[in-house]
């Protein structure tokens, strides 16, 4: 049994890593992108002797990124009705985020 759900003997389980920091439990309004969140333990690049061995070169690749574009475009407007969700499942996130600098 996990969380008020039983599992049958021989059941199958699918993990979906994509929702791995969606669960209400532990995530106040865990749809949304909020950026004074405290930082937590985030499973989306593994945990422990299964992380992911890229989760470095993708923050800091992340965080070139986002950088640069604030100190090109300090201002801009996200157009949240043409946002483009993934649609997989294992991947959680946006496929396209359509913005006009401001």
Same mark, same amino acid.
Request: glycine share 4%; proline share 0%; net charge negative.
């Given at each position: 049994e996990r969380h008020g759900v039983t599992i049958p003997a021989g059941g199958r389980v699918l993990m979906l890593t994509g929702a791995a920091t969606r669960d209400e439990r532990e995530f106040p309004e865990p749809d949304e992108l909020r950026l004074d969140r405290p930082a937590h333990l985030a499973l989306g690049f593994g945990h422990g002797i299964h992380v992911c061995l890229g989760a470095s070169l993708a923050r800091i690749e992340s965080r070139i990124a986002l950088e640069e574009l604030t100190a090109r475009v300090p201002?801009?407007?996200? /157009?949240? /009705?043409?946002?483009?969700?993934?649609?997989?499942?294992?991947?959680?996130?946006?496929?396209?985020?359509p913005f006009v600098a401001a």
């Open positions: 201002r801009y407007e996200i /157009d949240e /009705d043409r946002c483009e969700r993934v649609h997989m499942t294992n991947v959680h996130g946006f496929a396209s985020v």
